[in-house]
């Protein structure tokens, strides 16, 4: 595929990018980086190779069958090799398969044909299958049958990243065969043509979705959303699109969503009676601008969600934020969100007409009290004396990336000089500024003058465990 609205190819990708002047090698770098992110979200395989057999955690279970399901699988099929008692077993077991065990022993491509082999001889049941080490646009032939293997052997969890070029590959409608999948991550594919799905075909025991860097449009995203009935976590993790994906969410089983580098231009959530956290971070600009050298904003609408007590990041200016009917901005009417405990906002200082929203947001969330905050950007140090007081029950905050600019400190003492119950604010100090104990306290020696309104406030200085140019994400635990 060389062009289209939902994704494209990367010698597309290096020509829109050279017509903008922008080096043509930075989708490399970027596919890199997108690997990575993919990996960082994506479960962790329930065995490994780092541990010998005695101390992998299967060397205690009584049951043989359960011991070997509980093996990485190049030692599970040893079994069947080494001892004749154990040869019935291999079969008799729950299947772990991690392709990436297999290496760096055989090539990709024997990878890909060992899968095979094991996919087709194993009887099932599939309890974890982890494939991300072929490319599947040289197998396309044997996508199809991988999946109606996967169903027909009850595969309960499945991660399955394609090697990302291209990562506009189509993924069959025999992916809505495995029933059985309670959880399922996808990376670097393109989602179904749902047109093609039976309409009875639904996930009824999916508990897990994730998608890393999938091509997607609205229609299919949300046929697979209404096929999962039990669904109680959501992670998008960047799209492949170049033009903006709506998300609607209408659940009463969801409980957690995360989204992440993604190109959303509207993030709906209508009817989630169940949802507590609602984690949109970057989803407006980070993707579309690397790559289309545009910037794009998003919407977030929270109608019913009277359970929502974790939202952010949120980045006023750049997200248009929507709550029951009322858009937030300045001169909102306050108390309008009073489920929210925990709330984490990208701050941009240099840019007023963002910050001006700060304060409105703040009352907004009467119940508010833990606050994370990460900063960017500069602004005029009155800019904070037009701000009113703080009408919250604040109780917590974390600033991080700390540098010690007069316009940090000034927001800071805008923060402590209003909040009236404020008991615990936690100061991160960016690494490459945490040169000595003396050096940090001079930046925060301005803040130690204020007038804290709160009397029982401790203030905490710590080294930032981030690298430069990192965010704290929250986690979906």
Not at 53 to 78: C, E, F, K, N, Q
Request: proline residues 6%; aromatic residues 6%.
């Amino acid at each position: 595929m060389e062009n289209n609205d939902l994704g494209v190819s990367m010698r597309t990708a290096r020509s829109l990018m050279a017509r903008s002047g922008v080096d043509a090698q930075m989708p490399d770098h970027s596919v890199n980086l997108f690997i990575h992110a993919a990996h960082e979200y994506i479960p962790t395989p329930p065995v490994s190779l780092a541990a010998p057999l005695a101390l992998s955690g299967a060397s205690w279970v009584p049951d043989g069958v359960d011991r070997i399901s509980r093996l990485p699988d190049v030692d599970a099929t040893r079994t069947a090799v080494i001892s004749s008692r154990w040869r019935p077993l291999w079969g008799s077991a729950p299947l772990v398969l991690v392709d990436g065990h297999l290496l760096p022993a055989a090539s990709p491509r024997a990878v890909t044909a060992t899968v095979s082999r094991v996919l087709a001889a194993h009887p099932g049941p599939f309890r974890y299958v982890h494939l991300a080490c072929s490319n599947m646009d040289e197998h396309r032939n044997k996508l199809e049958r991988w999946f109606v293997l996967l169903a027909a052997k009850g595969v309960q969890e499945l991660i399955f990243l394609n090697r990302p070029l291209p990562i506009d590959l189509r993924l069959p409608a025999t992916l809505f065969s495995c029933a059985s999948l309670t959880r399922l991550y996808l990376g670097f594919w393109r989602l179904p043509d749902t047109a093609a799905v039976p309409r009875a075909a639904t996930f009824l025991n999916l508990r897990e979705l994730g998608l890393c860097f999938t091509i997607m449009d609205d229609r299919d995203l949300a046929f697979m959303l209404e096929r999962s009935p039990v669904l109680e976590i959501l992670t998008i993790i960047g799209t492949g699109n170049q033009s903006g994906v709506r998300l609607r969410l209408v659940s009463h089983s969801l409980r957690c969503v995360l989204l992440a580098l993604a190109h959303l231009e509207d993030i709906n959530v209508v009817d989630a009676p169940h949802l507590e956290r609602l984690l949109p971070w970057d989803v407006g600009q980070h993707h579309a601008s690397m790559i289309w050298g545009k910037k794009c904003r998003s919407r977030i609408k929270i109608g019913h969600a009277p359970n929502l007590r974790l939202l952010g990041y949120l980045e006023p200016g750049d997200n248009e934020i929507e709550i029951s009917n009322t858009v937030m901005a300045a001169g909102t009417k306050e108390n309008i969100v009073p489920s929210v405990k925990i709330l984490a906002m990208l701050v941009r200082f240099g840019v007023r007409n963002a910050l001006k929203k700060v304060p409105g947001y703040l009352r907004c969330f009467p119940n508010l009290e833990t606050l994370h905050v990460q900063p960017s950007g500069k602004v005029n140090l009155k800019f904070w004396q037009e701000g009113g007081p703080i009408k919250c029950v604040l109780q917590t905050m974390f600033f991080y990336e700390f540098r010690g600019s007069r316009s940090e400190v000034a927001f800071l003492k805008f923060i402590v000089e209003r909040a009236q119950v404020l008991e615990r604010m936690v100061i991160l100090v960016a690494s490459e500024c945490f040169s000595s104990g003396e050096d940090v306290n001079g930046k925060v020696k301005p803040l130690t003058s204020a007038k804290w309104n709160s009397k029982v406030c401790k203030l905490e200085i710590c080294k930032s465990p981030l690298v430069k140019g990192a965010i704290q994400v929250l986690g979906t635990n």
